[in-house]
T-cell receptor
Framework: GIQVEQSPPDLILQEGANSTLRCNFS?????LQWFHQNPWGQLINLFY???GTKQNGRLSATTVATERYSLLYISSSQTTDSGVYFC????????????FGKGTKLSVIP | DTAVSQTPKYLVTQMGNDKSIKCEQN?????MYWYKQDSKKFLKIMFS???????INETVPNRFSPKSPDKAHLNLHINSLELGDSAVYFC????????????FGPGTRLTVT
């Protein structure tokens, strides 16, 4: 099956700093989503981005499908950004399911 | 007006018991899913239903049985609970079964003692 690798596994930031999270995948995809799992366990949709670039406030994401990677940018980080960020993909072969990476655990300290 | 809701949020039970988790979505979506998140936070698909038809049935023990009474509901019944079943179970839904954004419920934390 498709492999999804996220880096870095852990990240500690000072409040106000910027960061880039990476997601590499091993096959073509027709669905790619970024999620934030907050400290209370809720999975929050950040982006649906099988290709291209999107921005939402301080967050933006870029997927380069031909090179099989996606990047999530967090600017001016806040303590509320803490949690685990997951990348999940659905292969172009119509697997009808999301395969998740292991996540990047982000801690933003004041 | 929660989009995807699950009940209960927490479930503590003893080994050997049978329990159910319920999921409802009010988004008008055709496809629903169950995912399991283990203690290391790894999320993995268990089942998927499209228009009440089972389309994904990953390798899970047959003690786990999903049931979809209608498009808006997908329940998960677990027989003879074991310690290793302790995890967080997430329900999700999407407009259709491929290439659409999935929306997740708040999760049900199951603890088997």
């Amino acid at each position: 099956g498709i492999q999804v690798e996220q880096s870095p596994p852990d990240l500690i930031l000072q409040e106000g700093a910027n960061s880039t999270l990476r997601c590499n995948f091993s096959d073509s995809v027709n669905n790619l989503q970024w999620f934030h799992q907050n400290p209370w366990g809720q999975l929050i949709n950040l982006f649906y981005i099988p290709s291209g670039t999107k921005q939402n406030g301080r967050l933006s994401a870029t997927t380069v499908a031909t090179e099989r990677y996606s990047l999530l940018y967090i600017s001016s980080s806040q303590t509320t950004d803490s949690g685990v960020y997951f990348c999940a993909v659905e292969t172009g072969a119509g697997s009808y399911q999301l395969t998740f990476g292991k996540g990047t655990k982000l801690s933003v300290i004041p | 007006d929660t989009a995807v809701s699950q009940t209960p949020k927490y479930l503590v039970t003893q080994m050997g018991n049978d329990k159910s988790i319920k999921c409802e979505q009010n988004l008008g979506h055709d496809t629903m899913y169950w995912y399991k998140q283990d203690s290391k936070k790894f999320l993995k698909i268990m089942f998927s239903y499209n228009n009440k038809e089972l389309i994904i049935n990953e390798t899970v023990p047959n003690r786990f049985s999903p049931k979809s009474p209608d498009k808006a509901h997908l329940n998960l019944h677990i027989n003879s609970l074991e310690l290793g079943d302790s995890a967080v179970y997430f329900c999700a839904s999407s407009r259709a079964r491929s290439s659409y954004e999935q929306y997740f419920g708040p999760g049900t934390r199951l603890t088997v003692t």
